[in-house]
């Protein structure tokens, strides 16, 4: 009994509630035992001096603490956290640091393939060593015409980034997939039409760095000499296709193969049939832009067109 | 005695919560639906701080759109805001299409982007572009209008209709030039999937195999070979983009007329020429055509691209076969 009169008493005598009290200033939650030991008296700070309500504030300070932030909000933009920020939420959830990648720019604008863009157009020129083969008159046993002759290709490629790699906030192109056309012309005024898909695996997203091609495509004869003139040539769907390695875009040694589909129905006469052929090619293909492939692919054009003897 | 006793800390304990309450029922508010129970306007306390303190007077950070302007009123009337002038809208941004879809969806907003795409001569507006992309020389998803202007080859068969030929493959160089308008585009300027324009196009093809002669009830053993087939087209195209990205896919459905030789009659003959094409962006496409003459047709497929990227290539063909003594 003796107790519950004397909690009944510490009740009566404890603090008034918040409600009534005139805001006051809020209290460190210091225990009583330490707050009773003898510390040294810490320096009053800036904030302590200001008034604790806004009617005990004068204008000059409502002023103050009510515009410098607004330009910081006008001014500011996305991201709305911190480099600081990001790490630390980056660290919580045991995700690897933000890289903070500064990608170089890309070469020509992106008019030369690059892991740093994405969409792309590409004018390629090949200059290859071929060796040509045909089949000749089926009637005659081991009727086979081969010789060594060069390729020339200019191909128009269209390149799509199909697979990319994500470093910090950017997004490096590794494969780009995309239709192809090209002419290509050998010796005998030959010049063939193909169409196709062309690939590039970028082995990685530097300036320089490796690339594996691989491009096919249907093929047809466009035009073709026949009896000293140069005219437009029919010509059943065949198929070419080569693969080769590329440093950095600038060009790539390539090895192919094309494969001339025969015409030899036997109600069409023996002059308007075609025989089998195609070629095995070893060369290089680059990018017309910085000039050398495309002078090659000329030269080359132009030399096959003087020298080599016009083959059966 | 225990009762008194413990009646009397309660005379100095705090009043309670609701004191205030219990005397504003000792006054009661009549009004036209009775007594009110409740204050619906408590009348708020200006020394009092919702935001916590002094250090918090400023109004919180709000990021959202129109927040910001709107300040509490015990902010407001101690001094005014100015009224801010209204925001231009912008121009250029996320505009939902009408026909929303899997095909005519923007591209998605995000983070992550190619670092080339910044230094691409097209990265603030389109290709060749003038007036903002109200012309493009290069066909672009948010062109207004587009020069079309371009070469491809093609291969196919030559059919005959009629008994008096073989059908034998069919090969041709093409060169094709045009205008394409975005008529809603431009109209109510906003991207719209569909475009509209005219083609006309020239082609070198190889030539048909007949007979030489025109008697039916011959047999087809005497054949020839007619010359290179040159045909001129017109025709309409419609247009639909299938995405309002850069280089965007878009499906081009042509349909007119072809002007051009049959067999090995004399003259020229108009027949039907019709083409559906997947174009990529304005720099290629991929088609299947068909010409359809009296007693011949041809139908073709092929690639096509544009003349800023094929010119340079026939370019260098023809110097390399000039030059090699070749007479074209």
Known sequence: MTTAWLLALVLGFGPPSLDEAEAPAPAPAVPAEVEAQPTPEPEPEPESEQPTSLSKASAAELEAARQPPAPELESSGPPWYTEDDIDRLRARYDIRPDPRVEPRKPKWRCLIPDPVCGFGVELTATTAYAYRFRQGDISVEGAYFDWSSARIAYDLWVNFPAHTQTIGAYKFTRLTLGPKVAMVASDNQDLWGNFGIALRYWFGVKKWSPALEFSSALSFKLIGERAGMTAPQRSPVGITADIGVSVGGWGAIIVGGQYDTPLAREELPEKFRVSAGGQVFVGFRGNILWGAPAAAAVGTHIAIQRRLPDQP | ??????????????????????????????????????????????????????????????????????????????????????????????????????????????????????????????????????????????????????????????????????????????????????????????????????????????????????????ALIDVTETDPIRSWRVALVNQIWLSQKRNALHLDFTLGGVNSSVLDASGRYWGTHAEAALGFGGWGGLYIAGDFLDSDTRVFIGMRGHGIATGPLIALIVLGLVAGGVAL
């Open chain 2, 1 to 218: 005695m225990l009762a008194h006793l413990l009646s009397l800390p309660l005379l100095f304990a705090p009043p309670a919560e609701d004191a205030p309450r219990a005397e504003a029922e000792a006054e009661p508010e009549a009004g036209e639906f009775g007594e009110l129970e409740v204050d619906p306007n408590p009348r708020s306390d200006p020394s009092e701080s919702a935001s916590g303190g002094y250090g918090t007077l400023a109004p919180l950070p709000n990021y959202s759109d129109g927040s910001s302007d709107e300040q509490p009123a015990e902010f407001g009337e101690l001094e005014p805001t100015p009224d801010k002038p209204p925001r231009k809208q912008q121009e250029v941004g996320f505009e939902e299409p009408e026909d929303f879809g899997p095909f005519f969806e923007p591209e998605p907003a995000s983070e992550l982007k190619f670092p080339g795409d910044a230094h691409r001569p097209d990265r603030n507006k389109p290709f060749a572009s003038v007036a903002g992309g109200m012309f493009c020389f290069v066909e672009d998803s948010v062109c207004g209008s587009a020069l079309i202007a371009d070469a491809d080859v093609g291969v196919g068969v030559n059919m005959i209709t009629s008994d008096r030929g073989l059908d034998v493959p069919y090969t041709q160089f093409r060169v094709r030039g045009g205008l394409m308008l975005r008529p809603l585009r431009l109209a109510k300027k906003r991207w719209h999937p569909w475009g509209v324009g005219v083609v006309a196009s020239w082609s070198l093809g190889s030539g048909s195999i007949t007979a030489t002669s025109r008697d039916p009830t011959e």
